[in-house]
């Protein structure tokens, strides 16, 4: 396996970023896949190129584990396109996957399931770029990078996540996921581009005959809109954003109860079936002194483990990945409520009164 | 960019001839952009790159929406010009596959210049069958020359009379009027990425909700001292006024919300304490989360799930 010092950061390309913007906004809200093109180049993971997954693959009912990078149909696709994206001088490795997001709730046994499936090959150089299209709606583009950390994967392979397990690895919640630092990047043509593209259009040399034509210009057909500073970022409907992250908390938060209802029953089974072998044990002990007295061979005193079975212990996996989620919601809110209360403050600031 | 002027008939339709009625033209800024990057792949002694547009056109084919494109490897020499049709045929079904509503539109070229090469590609694009016929399809340039600015043009066809051997290779390029576009979301995107426009290594980093709302305070105060300067400037009698700026501007203003300061002071502190009661919830829970997992591991087991509900209660109140 790949050291995890290999991918130091990601650098992903304006082509890049509105693709995933573009597909993610055109089905939204439902969760979008695709693919992720580039080289890695000392260290530096460049993201050259992303296609989307089929909306449907075929010979495949379309459940939302069919439309994720491991399916048959969605392998047989993403080959067929980076074969095609070569003879085009596409950068054609496979560098990883995306995935869109509402409010940062990605991090689910599917989406372990899919970075692990990239994580487990040879020399692997992946990342999983996660967007999220709401609060990219805020204003910004909130696209994050992630991989397993080595330990993780070690813990992975084995697929065992039992307490004794989780000790030996030292992998605590925190531990699941790594986020690797993202920048943009844009090509000289793209900065023309962009250049160009902020120049305002040119004033009308002429004052204006009256309101209406203030409001709605007639100059058909209507210049470029310049890319300006827009102002979703001044929005101050803020409710419906702490609303929706109280719901997923919470939803999280009954998503452990469960998980720790389960624990806690496997605690008690366990502790019950100890105490029935511990009498048993004591049983078998005084039988046995019985025997000796008698001068009788003694009875094995191992048999317990043939008469008694010990519960198994439920896999932590699912308990630490809603740890983990509730911690991103956690610093997710501290982001929202950060800003928002700046815009209060100014707010307050800036209205008069009467 | 700059754009030239035209005018646009609707010519009566010839026999055989695709429609070649007035035509408005969108083009999305993610095809731009997939399209420079083509350009900049291309092969150092190929003078231009072609691909396929796609997209989705309005119901009566009078406004064509350029949404996606990729790129078609294609050879050029003085005297042929060779395409890779079966290339195109291939990713054009796979780019159906996932996403079955954009369809072929036109095509694009990395280079203004318009040839016999061009129509011939141009009437391919357009043919019955694998084209776009009977609609119109699409040609866009895009020039991408250093030390000049970067030029669209968008063209529909028409066939010219000329003897049958040679209407194969040869149409009339008609210029149609284009518009550039973005949806809101894919502004913002262009919004951050433009951040680095101004940077030597032509990167942005650290994206960051508050860096945005800093843009839009600084952008919003500029825009609030432009027009103070303009009225005082009209004060001073040095412009023109305007009544219908003044209208504008006193309409505007009067959109302020009239509130008692009383009044406000309570909204104010009622939506703060909402806001700092989720971020300390939020907080708490993630300390307990983090204490439940600490005690599991230490314990072996997890530890009785943090009593977090009922607080939780409260933040619903609103």
Known sequence: MADISTIKSVRVDALVALRIVKHATGVYPTTVYGSLLGMEVDGVLQITNAFPFPTSAEGDDSSSSALTPKNKGVMWYQNEMIKCLREVNVDANNVGWYQSTTLGNFINSNFIENQAH???????????????????????????????????????????FSSENLIKHNLTYKDILQEVPLTLYNSHLAISLLHQLSIPPQPPSNLPV??????????YPQPNFPVSTNFNALDLTIDPILEKSCDLILESIEAHNTEANNAAYYQRSLAREQTKITAWQQKRKTENSVRAAQKLPPLAEDEWQKLFKLPQEPSRLDSLLISRQVEQYARQVDGVTATSSAKLFALNGGIPRF | MDRESFIHLTKPVAAGSTTASPLQVVIYAQALFAILDHSLRRSPDQERVIGTLLGVRSEDGSEIEIRNCFAVGHNESQEQVEVDMDYHKQMYNLHLKANPKEVLVGWYATSPELNTFSALIQNFYASNGDGTHPYPAVHLTVSSNPGKDITCRTYISSSVGTTADRAADSCLFVPVPYEIKYAETE????????LGKASSDRQVSNIVDIHSLEAGIIELLEMVSRVSNYVSQILAGETLPSVAIGQALLNTLNLAPKVDASELEKLFNTHLQDVLLVSYLANTIRTQIDLSNKLASTVGTIATPPKTDHKRQQKERD
Do not use: C, H, W
């Open chain 2, 187 to 194: 502004r913002n995107a262009l919004e951050s990425l433009s």
């Open chain 1, 118 to 160: 990239y994580q487990s090959q040879m020399n692997e150089r992946t990342v999983a770029l996660i967007y999220d299209s709401t609060r990219s709606a805020q204003g910004g583009l909130a696209i994050k990078a992630y991989r397993l950390t080595p330990q993780f994967m070690v813990a992975y392979k084995e697929n065992k």
């Open chain 1, 210 to 219: 009256s309101v209406s034509s203030l409001t709605n210009p007639p100059t």
